[in-house]
Nanobody
Framework: QVQLVQSGGGLVQPGGHLTLTCASSGFALDDYAMGWFRQAPGKEREFVAAISWSGGTTYHADSVKGRFTISRDDAKSTVYLQMNSLKPEDTAVYYC???????????????????WGQGTQVTVSS
């Protein structure tokens, strides 16, 4: 049974930083591509970042490029999203997602992922 458990959200001031964690269980993480998405109130869920099964390919949305970094530690069965220079417009519920794949393809659409974490709130406000 695939499980993704997220942690690390919270309230932070503009310009601050947070690291989101997605801990996996029930499957071999190194067989999976992973992604992060976010959903603000009244908006559709949008792509934030993706990392291939090997970790050799990463891709970030233009809105977060240079500020956010996705990474993975398969030995710890964990995927991270390091978020720096946070802005109020980054406020959203963030979700990690998994897709069984040994491709280096950049999976950026919600329907391309099979399993999802529970979501964690990130609020950027002074």
């Amino acid at each position: 049974q695939v499980q993704l458990v997220q942690s690390g959200g919270g309230l932070v001031q503009p310009g601050g930083h947070l690291t989101l964690t997605c801990a996996s269980s029930g499957f071999a993480l190194d067989d999976y591509a992973m992604g992060w998405f976010r959903q603000a109130p009244g908006k559709e869920r949008e792509f934030v970042a993706a990392i291939s099964w090997s970790g050799g390919t990463t891709y970030h949305a233009d809105s977060v490029k240079g500020r956010f970094t996705i990474s993975r530690d398969d030995a710890k069965s964990t995927v991270y999203l390091q978020m720096n220079s946070l802005k109020p417009e980054d406020t959203a519920v963030y979700y990690c997602a998994a897709r069984g794949s040994h491709s280096e393809y950049r999976f950026t659409r919600t329907y391309e992922y099979d399993d999802w974490g529970q979501g964690t709130q990130v609020t950027v406000s002074s």
